[in-house]
């Protein structure tokens, strides 16, 4: 016995499935076969928040191995305890030649926190999906199709994969380590498929205030280390930095304040850690306005500086390419050597380290063959 009612209600409601879109957190990867996707998959859902590396990089040395290419893993050492998990930086290359023309390099750590990898319609999300694991897997996609295709061979091409990048470049400077010189190095971050011709420098500074400790109702007999930080603070936020046509303005972030124990206690120590990107002139001479600013306010913060660079220039002369300059900082001026420099990959720094990090399969797609041309172009 047939039920028409029923059998209309069923077709009704299948047709408004079909109508009706599927919620993105539902949208599966279709094309999860495909290598480059698959790739970048993996990467992204190993976690390798800086200092926490090694399962990535295991992960990737069985990959490379599975892949046919020598590979040389490079002891960076922990960055914090000794009890950390090692870290490694991975050097893979073709046949037995580690000496090669070109270098294709970016990082495998990833700021915090983790967040994992998501499938949304052409998008994907997740900790590392731009900075910069979207880079990785579309320079070893790249380097294997060159392979396959015949157009590059032993002595031709190294790829380098370093540690701590997030962190201050432990990984690319323990990398100068291994004795190689190259004609030409490809760093992969986020430009948005654009060659950077150049990024901003960098300075680190911290301000370390002593103060005296004491009962919060009875502040004559104390001294507040923030009090004495947040004056200073504020005219550092006011001050004016050495700017450029081609990069713009100096820019000043107070990035980090601790200061005391407890709200009913005087402060006795307060430090304010502030990164300043460098748009013209080196390091030293932003420090020097930083300090004489800081010690016209109260000539008892001390000023400690740690390290940094001016401006770096970064080759951008590859024909069919875009440019631009970005102002955040790699791991290139990290890298010693007189080699050629280009900056490339898929993806923007704007959603990088940010709870929306995620870029479109069409930008992975294109930074292959963006790599490709680099690739080719460098041995040209």
């Known amino acids: 016995m047939r039920y028409p009612i029923l059998s209309s209600l069923l077709l009704a409601t299948q047709a408004y499935a079909n109508l009706s879109p599927r919620p993105q957190h539902l949208i599966l990867d279709s094309d999860s076969s495909d290598p480059l996707i698959k790739l970048h998959k993996e990467l992204v859902e190993h976690q390798s928040i800086s200092a926490n590396e090694h399962n990535v990089a295991k992960y990737l040395i069985a990959y490379l191995r599975r892949q046919n290419f020598t590979v040389e893993t490079q002891d960076v050492g922990p960055l914090k305890s000794s009890t950390d998990p090692p870290r490694e930086n991975i050097l893979a290359y073709v046949g037995k030649s580690r000496k090669t023309r070109v270098l294709v390099s970016s990082h495998i750590d990833t700021v915090p926190p983790f967040w994992p990898y998501e499938r949304r319609g052409d998008e994907i999300w997740g900790r590392g999906s731009v ?23 032993e002595g031709d091409v190294a790829l380098l994969f370093v540690v701590g990048e997030e962190v201050g470049g432990d990984g690319m400077k323990k990398a100068n380590d291994l004795g190689l010189t190259w004609e030409s190095a490809i760093f992969g971050e986020p430009t948005e498929l654009k060659l950077a011709s150049g990024h901003k420098g960098i300075a680190s500074v911290n301000l370390k205030a002593k103060g005296q400790a004491g009962h919060s109702g009875y502040p004559e007999l104390g001294k507040s280390a923030n009090a004495m930080l947040i004056p ?46 460098i748009a013209a002139g080196g390091p030293d001479a932003v420090r020097k306005i930083v300090t004489e600013t800081v010690k016209m306010v109260d000539e008892d913060i001390e000023v400690i500086s740690n390290g940094g660079y001016g401006p770096v220039y970064i080759d951008s002369d590859v024909p069919g390419f875009e440019s631009m300059t970005v102002n955040y900082g790699t791991d290139i001026p990290n890298l010693k050597g007189d080699h050629k420099r280009y900056l490339y990959g898929p993806g923007t720094i704007l959603v990088a380290h940010s709870d929306h990090e995620h870029l479109k399969v069409a930008d992975l797609e294109a930074a292959v063959k963006g790599y490709k041309a680099l690739i080719e172009h460098a041995l040209r």
């Open 232 to 277: 200073a603070l504020n005219a550092l936020l006011n001050v004016e930095l050495p700017s450029s046509e081609k990069y713009g303005n100096t820019t000043l972030n107070i990035g980090r304040v601790d200061g005391g124990v407890a709200a009913n206690v005087i402060a006795e120590d307060a430090i304010a850690k502030i990164a300043i990107r």
């Open 131 to 153: 900075d910069a694991k979207g880079s990785v897997a579309t320079q070893i996609i790249a380097v294997e199709e060159l392979m396959a295709e015949g157009k590059i061979e």
